[in-house]
């Protein structure tokens, strides 16, 4: 069986490379075609899927990136794995969903079954993809959803033993939906409609943005205080019931934390029902870096022109190259503001905007903030290189913490 996975990113290429594994004739499209050149040649671009394994399944002959829609033809299946990202008015940007849309009406030469995996607000399925494809095809086709569920760098859980939600806006597409995945996941769990998986999507990651940003309030109260956060929180995680732990930081990144809560408020803004509490969550953490600033501020004198910055951490994610959404980039456009002289560090990352990390060279800089620690940093050398230091991660014990 053909099947067509439109996205080839964090969420696109591990659901293609399973999928072949388990026996599918799997074409992963994308419109980028110097991804596509890469993936050819056996060059993964995400830390869970490696070169070695991309390029046997490559070779195979088994998956097959390209970025020519006439490869879609014959496709029986069609997974849409494309980024919701947020507009510059922080609100959703359908547009990738909708450009898979319009690809797969003019592509699909029979019925095929059409799963969204993409994040979206609930109704997505029902009102956008089955209406505009259905609208533009030449044939009537199935829809349903799973959401991702992808945590890159989770060694303990991944595609494979991560429950699955599903639905379809038909029987026949829900039982069809489940066939597929049952070939290589573990946990299917079928919920009553697409709009209840879309929301349970959305919540997840709600859950955990309410939950970071209460935790950075309590940070920035407890240094009011004097009083370690860290230690408030191992205090209060002693309990054996009612608490769940979060970690304070620099704020929230990647695709999911800080988009996700902002597609459920703006659907329930659209209901008339505002979602004051996940707002003022969103508001709280994109503020972080610049209360951080303001705490760096006052420790060293009072303003930050022309001192030597120097940011460890580009990435949100510990050990991973994902920059999308991350902190630590709003945190160097608000040090340029301040008149900082920036430079960064980030061992997984390497390069970005055409330019290359830096090295934490000892007392080379006038500051430096620890924004993520990876395995790879060394961190006696960063707690050297400059004579304030700034930790985010508590991970350096006789810096200046948050």
Not at 365 to 382: E, V, W
């Amino acid at each position: 069986m053909k099947i067509t996975v439109i996205g080839q990113g964090y969420v696109g290429l591990p659901i293609a490379i399973h999928a072949a594994k388990a026996g599918y004739k799997v074409v992963g499209f994308d419109l980028n075609s110097q991804l596509v050149s890469n993936l050819k040649l056996g060059k993964s671009h995400i830390e869970d899927i490696s070169d070695i394994e991309l390029s046997a399944i490559v070779k195979s002959g088994s998956y097959f990136p390209t970025d020519n829609a006439a490869n879609i033809v014959g496709s029986e299946i069609a997974v849409i794995a494309v980024p919701t990202p947020l507009t510059e008015n922080r609100e959703p940007d359908l547009s990738f969903i909708e450009s898979a849309c319009d690809i797969l009406a003019s592509s699909l030469t029979s019925s095929s079954l059409i799963i969204n995996e993409s994040t979206s607000y609930p109704g997505t399925l029902r009102n956008l993809i089955a209406k505009r494809i259905d609208s533009k095809s030449s044939f009537s086709h199935r829809f349903s959803i799973s959401p991702e569920r992808v945590d890159p760098g989770n060694k303990d859980w991944g595609i494979e033993n991560t429950p699955r939600l599903y639905a379809g806006l038909t029987r026949e597409a829900a039982v069809e939906t489940r066939a597929f995945y049952a070939n290589f996941c573990k946990n299917l769990i079928e919920v009553s409609s697409p709009e209840v998986a879309e929301a349970a999507k959305l919540f997840e990651n709600s859950f955990r943005q309410v939950n970071i940003a209460l935790v950075n309030e309590l940070a920035l109260i407890s240094n009011t205080l004097g009083i370690s956060v860290r230690e408030v929180l191992e205090a209060a995680d002693s309990k054996p019931y009612g608490f769940l732990k979060f970690n304070p930081g620099l704020g929230v990144g990647g695709h999911c934390i800080p988009v996700d809560p902002t597609y459920l408020a703006y659907a329930a803004r659209n209901s008339g029902t505002p979602a004051e509490f996940i707002e003022l969550a969103n508001k709280v953490n994109l503020e972080m870096p610049n209360k951080i600033i303001q705490r760096i501020k006052e420790e060293n004198g009072g303003s930050l022109i022309g001192k030597k910055v120097l940011v460890c951490g580009l990435s949100y994610k510990k050990d991973i190259a994902d920059i999308r959404e991350s902190p630590s980039i709003r945190l160097i456009e608000s040090l340029a503001q301040e008149g900082a002289n920036i430079s960064w560090h980030d061992p997984v990352v390497k390069e970005w905007k055409k330019n290359f990390s830096s090295e934490p060279t000892i007392n080379a800089y006038d500051i430096t903030i620890l924004a993520m620690g990876h395995s790879k940093m060394d961190f006696p050398k960063i707690s050297k290189s400059a004579p304030y230091i700034f930790d985010c991660t508590g991970l350096i014990n006789l810096a200046h913490q948050l």
